[in-house]
């Protein structure tokens, strides 16, 4: 058994590793690489080898940089099966449904610009088409069950990261693969604990925080119900820029819980995001993959639809809040900000000094969302100047990936590892991991792109 680094490597997009075995290739992973625009096209057309010649892709969540590019590896000939857990099926549907429109939205408007320049129109990496025949293209199979792909055999643990996020252990020749995905917390609300695995003989490891800790998560829905009560009571708004899938759903729940306390005030709360909402009712679905507490109080009520909870869908209602005087709570895509209509809410409050925008997820270089949370006081919206008199927050607490001190916590209870490599992480974190893996008796290494070992 073989395994290629090919994405997410030294970086955190474009998540993809190729596992060869007597000749048979499978894919890791089929994720989205994100990027500047030329580089964007060219990274996500170009795949280790020819899809056509691709047995299986094994798919370990829903998040766009781990599933989104799986429509151009159809469009481009691959036409096997893509194995993932019932929930991951389902949240990936929903994700390359969007992606392909949202695609559709951006090339129309690029060539509309290329059209004023004398160029010819430019194609969006896929369509709905690619999408929906990706879509059925996969297969799923639950936690615990080994199933064969190819000439191995797999079995998915639970990652603990977003619902069905699974750990894929590869087995082939008396020999051992394990992929972490992306790796949850422990005691992150919603979904389970992160399972530990048996012994692998190489392991490939997330790393996205691997030179940093989180505080704990507790301290996430105290502070989030801070925010809410002091902005209410000084007659703002709470704009929550959220990801659809996990975060949105952790936002909602800590709302649930602090308003059960009453450390929240009862003022309405919103979700105005039609994917967030699509999203939270597959969460219902798949309710098997709460945790215990959750599980628990499930059989009382509905944590994702109590009184004062409006989930928001057409343009209509979402920009009737606008004119609405009073406070009220509002999460709304996109994560970063970079799009969707959490950009509308933000300019129409973006100079009132008693409304809040809470931030409470990673913020990406270049982004919106990265110009606000260090401090900038005008920002353009829609190509209009703003100037920024809300007050500015961070929750980090929220976020859904282990750090360093969880992650290494999860390895110590693997048993024997082998061999590791740090992927899905910055240069930086992923050096610090593979360093303090290295000194607990782990030799580990950070590869390369297109570097590839036997497992052994």
């Not at 290739?25 to 795949?47: A, I, K, W």
Request: hydrophobic content about 40%; overall charge neutral.
């Amino acid at each position: 058994m073989r395994v290629a680094f090919h994405g997410a490597v030294r970086s955190v997009t474009g998540s993809l590793h190729q596992v060869e075995v007597n000749g048979a290739r499978v894919f890791l992973e089929c994720g989205l690489f994100q990027g500047h625009r030329d580089e964007f096209y060219e990274r996500n057309r170009r795949f280790p080898s020819p899809p056509k010649d691709v047995a299986a892709v094994i798919l370990s969540h829903a998040h766009l940089d781990h599933c989104g590019n799986l429509p151009t590896l159809v469009t481009q000939g691959f036409r096997g099966p893509i194995y993932c857990t019932p929930a991951t099926r389902d949240l990936t549907a929903l994700v390359l449904r969007d992606s392909a429109k949202v695609q559709a939205q951006d090339i129309r408007l690029v060539n509309k610009i290329r059209h004023e320049q004398g160029l010819p129109n430019a194609e969006p990496l896929y369509d709905v088409r690619a999408a929906e025949q990706a879509i059925a293209q996969i297969m799923t199979v639950p936690y615990g069950r080994p199933f064969s792909v190819a000439a191995t055999t797999v079995t998915f643990h639970d990652a603990g990261h977003i619902l069905g996020s699974a750990i894929v252990i590869v087995e082939a020749g008396g020999r051992r693969l394990g992929f972490t995905g992306d790796l949850g917390r422990p005691s992150s609300p919603i979904v389970r604990d992160p399972e530990a695995v048996p012994p692998v003989d190489c392991l490939l490891i997330e790393s996205t925080y691997g030179d940093r800790t989180h505080a704990p998560l507790s301290q996430a829905e105290v502070q989030l119900a801070e925010v809410v009560t002091q902005t209410a009571a000084r007659g703002g708004k709470v704009l929550i820029p959220a990801f659809a899938l996990g975060r949105t759903q952790d936002v909602v729940y800590g709302l649930h819980r602090k308003r059960g306390e009453g450390r929240v005030p009862p003022i309405p709360i919103y979700v105005d995001s039609p994917m967030a909402t699509d999203a939270t009712e597959i969460f219902r679905v798949h309710a098997d993959s709460f945790d215990e507490e959750l599980t628990a109080q499930l059989e009382q009520h509905d944590p994702f639809g109590f009184k004062g909870l409006t989930y928001v869908r057409s343009v209509d209602e979402s920009r009737a809040l606008n004119h609405k005087r009073e406070p009220f709570v509002v999460i709304a895509t996109s994560g970063m900000m970079e799009a969707g209509r959490i950009l509308h809410h933000l300019r129409q409050h973006a100079g009132d000094e008693r409304s809040t925008l809470l931030f409470v997820g990673y913020q990406a270089k270049g982004t919106l969302g990265r110009r606000l949370v260090d401090g900038a006081r005008e920002v353009r919206i829609f190509g209009e100047p703003h100037q920024v008199k809300l007050q500015v927050q961070r929750i980090e607490a929220y976020s859904a990936h282990a750090d360093r001190n969880e992650l290494l916590g999860w390895a110590s209870r693997t048993g024997r590892i082998g061999r590791a490599f740090c992927v899905h992480g910055e240069e930086g974190p992923a050096a610090a991991l593979a360093q303090a893996l290295t000194v607990q008796g782990i030799h580990t290494s950070v590869p390369h792109a297109g570097e590839s070992v036997d497992v052994r």
